[in-house]
Structure formats: C-alpha cells, structure tokens
C-alpha cells in the first residue's frame, strides 16, 4: 500500500484546511486509515481513523468537534478537514494504513505504511 498526503500549508488560527491522502496498492474493508502528526521535538501523535470500509471513525479528544476524516470512494483518497484550527495544530501531518485490533487502540506501531507528510502551520 502507497500513501500521498498532501494539502498541508499556512493558516491563520481560527481558519481550516483540508488535507488528502491518496491510498494505492491492495486495501481491504477490514484495515484502518488513520492521520497522525508531530511537533518540532514531540513524539507523533494520533489524530483520526476510519475504518476502510468508511463505516467508522475515531478521533483524538484534542480534535474532535474540530478536525473530520472521510473518504472518496471513488478517488481513493482520505481527507482530513481541519476547522478552527488552533497554534498548537502547528506539525507535520502523516497519513498511515494499517490493522489495529479497535479504531481506539491508536498506537502507531499498528500502522505500517506510512505517507510522506505534509506540513500545517498555524499562525497566532
């Protein structure tokens, strides 16, 4: 499986974004997408899944409310709309493909494709 993220850039707080990932390669139903980012010396951290099958979704407490996962089905490609976004949303965002046992088990050793990054900025 290949991943693509792209869409990141500079944003004001308080405005959005939305991120794409293209996802090429064999998929199945049962595997999860997911968006993790990391700060300049932070761990990464977990943003959002869904299960590839699109009937599920989870999100870290910091985003909900705030940022959504969904997917073209047709284009193979998984956004991340971002609202509201806030300074501390400042990283670099990665898409990831994988098998953890829950949609909340989000560690990322579950996810072993991984995409390139792109980089969100938020200015205060």
């Known amino acids: 499986v290949q991943l693509q993220a792209s869409g990141g850039g500079l944003v004001q707080a308080g405005g959005s974004l939305r991120l794409s990932c293209t996802v090429s390669?064999?998929?199945?139903?049962?595997?999860?997408v997911a968006w993790f980012r990391q700060a300049p010396g932070q761990e990464r951290e977990f943003v959002a899944n869904m299960r590839w099958s699109g009937d599920s979704t989870y999100y870290a407490e910091s985003v909900r409310g705030r940022f959504t996962i969904s997917r073209d089905n047709a284009e193979n490609t998984v956004y991340l709309q971002l609202n509201s976004l806030k300074f501390e949303d400042t990283a670099m965002y990665y898409c990831?493909?994988?098998?953890?046992?829950?949609?909340?088990?989000?560690?990322?050793?579950?996810?072993?494709?991984w995409g390139q990054g792109t980089q969100v900025t938020v200015s205060s």
């Open positions: 990831a493909f994988g098998n953890p046992p829950r949609l909340s088990v989000t560690a990322s050793k579950y996810y072993h494709n």
């Open positions: 390669g064999r998929t199945f139903s049962h595997r999860v």
